[in-house]
């Protein structure tokens, strides 16, 4: 049995081993130091606002508003507030741990550098803000990591710079445009050239602009029903029609008729046993088949104004936001032509190869 006096040295054995290890869990350099959040005085909650940039100096900013988080700068467009709150709380829990490098002269090659950087990352709440700098990767989803104007680097766990997309449309819900590509009746298009009508028939479309002795070309149908039925925004440009969009003499414009389903209630649910029986009953003596489905007809117009840098403007008759869309839609439409509709007829004299009526020369 230990006497009282090996009990107490014991003890303070003890203390002396945890202290040793929390200064070596600590300690750089033979020095110990207090291991803190790298972002001070805000907590994830807290944060309204969130801005991020890559080094060419493109930026995204995310913001509280009523309805969740949205995109400040194009009206409050929704954006996903589950992503955002994903990744401020992998920041929040981001700690000094783990230092790397206190030599500015690491910086460019840890790519935290002020100018040469990964991401730069600014945070705002009611009462503080911070700015961060990630740089490249330090293994495995870990991040080399300064806050602004501070000289220590180091290792952000949990947490990757390509977490922080530059590209809006890996934010918000880039679907502008959805109809099932057979829903699609027809598609009329006015551009430069004139205007031009594709209607369903069978399980495509067909021009009908056709005179009688013309035949269809059909390459280009494929690329303008997808176009038409499905559009994913580049991203959001707000509610406003701006002047700059020049949406007043728009460049193409599209409309498009489809038919929608009719949703119809299931049947309510039938609670005595008795009257479920004798609901078998009638069922069985009925026409069990499934009921044909009903459609309505429905439209949009798709208007297309001016080309920006990234893209050209758009807007549905059923959206409420004006967006930027790539080139590649716009082109499906501005770029039909009749020409390019009817197969060019054979040239005079031209007839069908024969096999059988070329000759065999003599041995």
Request: without cysteine; hydrophobic residues 40%.
């Amino acid at each position: 049995m230990l006497s009282r006096g090996n009990v107490l040295l014991l003890v303070i054995l003890l203390v002396q081993l945890v202290l040793l290890a929390i200064a070596v869990a600590t300690s750089s350099g033979g020095q110990a130091r207090l291991v803190e959040p790298i972002l001070i005085g805000m907590s994830a909650a807290e944060i309204d606002r969130l801005s991020f940039s890559d080094d060419l100096g493109t930026e995204v900013t995310v913001a509280r508003s009523e309805a969740g988080w949205a995109l400040p700068d194009a009206d409050d467009f929704p954006v996903d507030g589950n992503k955002v709150e994903g990744l401020l709380d992998k920041i929040a829990s981001l700690d000094t741990r783990r230092l790397v490098a206190t030599n500015p002269a690491n910086f460019t090659r840890l790519e935290v550098d002020d100018e040469e950087f990964r991401r730069k990352i600014h945070l705002e709440s009611e009462n503080a803000s911070a700015e961060l700098i990630l740089g490249g990767s330090g293994g495995a989803d870990a991040v080399y990591v300064r806050r602004a104007g501070e000289d220590h680097v180091y290792l952000g766990v949990g947490l990757n710079s390509w977490d922080f997309s530059t590209q809006i449309s890996s934010w918000v819900d880039a679907s502008y445009v959805s109809v099932a590509q057979d829903d699609v009746l027809a598609i009329t298009v006015e551009n430069s050239d004139g205007q031009f009508t594709f209607v369903r028939a069978g399980d495509s479309l067909t021009y009908a602009g056709l005179g009688e002795d013309e035949v269809l070309e059909d390459t280009k149908l494929p690329i303008i029903l997808r176009n038409a039925a499905t559009i994913r925004m580049l991203e959001p440009l707000g509610l406003a029609a701006l002047d700059e969009y020049e949406l007043s003499d728009p460049r193409v414009r599209v409309q498009v008729r489809y038919r929608k389903l009719v949703e119809v209630d299931e049947p309510a649910e039938v609670e005595d046993s008795d009257k479920a029986s004798d609901s078998a009953d009638e069922q069985s003596e009925d026409d069990t088949s499934v009921p044909e489905p009903t459609y309505t007809e429905e439209a949009f117009t798709l208007t297309f104004g001016a080309k920006l840098e990234d893209g050209v403007v758009l807007k549905s008759s059923d959206a409420e936001y004006y967006v930027l869309a790539r080139d590649t839609v716009f082109n499906a439409f501005n770029d039909i032509k009749r020409t390019d509709l009817i197969k060019a007829p054979e040239a005079d004299g031209e007839a069908a190869f024969d096999p059988a009526a070329v000759s065999t020369p003599m041995n």
